[in-house]
């Protein structure tokens, strides 16, 4: 067995980061989510041109900075609504009506707020003096054209997806999402919508794993269940790295009778680099990789395949996949980084008790009280084949091994699955 993060670090210097084969170019509509395969420049500057932040009247500050003292008057010569170009040279004594975003006319650098004024006619009054340059947003303030507007290896979100917009970014370069095969293996294993004969049970690992990979941004290529026996699993294996880039199975890594995984993986040619974590739930952990035959649509070469075998039991498999496989899926999107799990400081509700033998994952809900985390821990038994209490949890406790009870109000560390 090696620690989790030992694991960790092989298994992210096992992932080959996107290459520019990877990349594919999506409308604007279609780019959220999806990760930035190149940096972003714009031709534009933001602000495009001085503009004003508020509805009121564009002046000289030369004119008004001393309102204070006494009133100051000035002829409006003209309305400048959004959208439009000013038309005519602000000069001493004059002002301009100016709205929210309307271009800053020639010769005035100084709005005034309406609620600052008192129109008659076509003249208006300063009430009172405003600060040089007031709710002007001068050209460039935001952004100068030509640098970096959005860099590579980010994932777009509503607000990039704005600033694309606004830079006339119609099409985006994105990486491809990486395809991920899922397959479990056991004779027990029904699919949900068939009956259940005594001593069977509903594979639920094929549908919380293929939920996990769109969730972290790939494609998950759903390949059935495989029976517990030689020819069928070398079989599923050998279709999964021929169409996938990470190959997800679970079941079938212990080292039971029928446990078949290894072998066939180490039949096929591949490399295994993990056999087994310290970590509870998780222990059986299998990491492999190698380099299957030709694609069959192409003929060319395919890249190397990263596979997991992960444990059998739901809350194992869940817990694998957030702990190691989920960060090996940010890293071959092409994310620029914060590929490992996010973890937090917090404190428990509940005292948390391990084994002691092995790093262990309690699963629970994680909140925000009073600036810091505590942590709920989830009620019910805390069994790998217990998926009923993993229900809407968002967090594990991670004790570590060889350590003590944490009791109530203790600092502890908790690794935050959503």
């Not at 980061?17 to 190149?38: C, K, N, Q």
């Not at 996990?212 to 390949?223: H, N, Q, R, T």
């Not at 694998?320 to 590929?339: E, H, L």
Request: glycine share 8%; with cysteine; hydrophobic share 40%.
């Amino acid at each position: 067995m090696i620690p989790a993060q030992q694991a960790e670090s092989l298994i992210l210097d096992l992932v080959r980061s996107p290459i520019s084969s990877d990349r594919e170019t999506l409308d604007l509509l279609s780019a959220a989510g999806r990760v930035l395969a190149v940096p972003i420049q714009s031709h534009l500057d933001f602000p495009h041109w001085d503009n004003s932040a508020m509805d009121g009247y564009a002046v000289r500050y030369a004119d008004v900075q001393g309102c204070g003292e006494q009133a100051v008057t000035l002829d409006i010569i003209e309305e400048i609504p959004a959208g439009s170009v000013p038309q005519k040279l602000v000069q001493a004594g004059q002002a301009a009506r100016i709205l929210t975003g309307s271009m800053m006319p020639e010769g005035a650098d100084t709005v005034v707020i309406q609620e600052e004024t008192t129109r008659t006619g076509d003249r208006i009054t300063i009430l009172s003096a405003p600060q040089p340059q007031a709710f002007v947003r001068h050209r460039g303030d935001y952004y100068r054209a030509g640098a970096t507007l959005l860099p590579a290896g980010i994932v777009l979100d509503a607000p990039d997806i704005a600033v694309l917009a606004a830079a006339q970014c119609a099409e985006v370069p994105v990486y491809r999402r990486p395809r991920v095969a899922i397959l479990s293996t056991g004779s027990e294993l029904v699919y949900p919508d068939q009956p259940l004969q005594p001593g069977q049970i509903v594979d639920s690992n094929q549908y919380a794993l293929a939920a996990l990979v769109s969730k972290a941004g790939a494609e998950p290529i759903p390949l059935g269940i495989v029976p517990d026996q030689p020819e069928p699993t070398r079989e599923a294996i050998a279709q999964a790295i021929t169409t996938a880039d990470i190959v997800l199975s679970s079941g079938g890594v212990s080292v039971g009778d029928y446990d078949y995984v290894d072998q066939i993986l180490a039949e096929l040619g591949a490399t295994i680099h993990i056999r087994a974590v310290a970590v509870k739930p998780g222990k059986p952990l299998t990491v492999a990789t190698f380099d299957p035959p030709a694609r069959p649509e192409s003929g060319d070469s395919a890249d190397s395949v990263l596979y997991f075998g992960l444990p059998g039991n739901p809350a194992s498999a869940l817990v694998t996949f957030w702990r190691f496989v989920q960060p090996a899926i940010y890293k071959r999107s092409g994310r620029s980084g914060g590929w490992q799990p996010q973890f937090v400081e917090g404190r428990s509700l509940q005292e948390l008790r391990s084994d002691h033998k092995r790093e262990t994952y309690l699963w629970g809900r994680a909140e925000v009280r009073e600036g810091s985390y505590v942590f709920q821990l989830a009620g019910g038994s805390h069994s790998s084949g217990n998926l009923v209490n993993l229900a809407q949890t968002n967090c594990l406790a991670v004790l570590p091994a060889g350590g003590g009870a944490i009791a109530v109000g203790q600092p502890i560390q908790l690794m935050l699955t959503t």
